[in-house]
């Protein structure tokens, strides 16, 4: 009954948790090295005076591409995990006169499939991919 059982924090969870951190403490650890590096400073001040505007639009269109991949990436997540995908069933294949199915398991994890595209699916589990 330890802390690790009260809390539970997938893998992906933790290892951008402590991404975060790092990246925070070096941008605390690069400010104060600005803050007290004179030749920091003058290096900083003509690299920047060089490029004029390229770096608030560059800033800018940074800003727009995360904004918008963050934005797909959460409706396709939503769609993923049941907001508007559709069921998948077991039919029988036209033609093949009951000897083939529509996957709607994983026949190596017995996971239920996830919808990718109208003819692909992947499994929740083991991530591999099937076709119709």
């Known amino acids: 009954?330890?802390?690790?059982?009260?809390?539970?924090?997938?893998?992906?969870?933790?290892?951008?948790?402590?991404?975060?951190?790092?990246?925070?403490?070096?941008?605390?650890?690069?400010?104060?090295?600005?803050?007290?590096?004179?030749?920091?400073?003058?290096?900083?001040?003509?690299?920047?005076?060089?490029?004029?505007i390229a770096v608030p639009i560059g800033l800018l269109a940074s800003a727009a591409i995360a904004g918008g991949s963050f934005t797909v990436y959460s409706r396709r997540h939503q769609v993923s995990i049941g907001n508007g995908s559709r069921s998948l069933r077991a039919e029988v294949l036209a033609g093949s006169e009951g000897n083939l199915a529509v996957l709607d398991t994983c026949p190596f994890c017995s996971v239920p499939l996830k919808n990718i595209s109208e003819n692909r699916f992947q499994c929740r589990k083991c991530r591999r991919y099937f076709k119709k």
């Open 1 to 52: 009954m330890g802390i690790v059982n009260l809390i539970q924090v997938s893998r992906k969870t933790f290892t951008i948790g402590i991404q975060s951190i790092l990246n925070i403490s070096l941008a605390g650890w690069l400010y104060n090295e600005y803050v007290h590096n004179r030749f920091m400073q003058n290096y900083l001040a003509n690299a920047f005076s060089s490029v004029g």
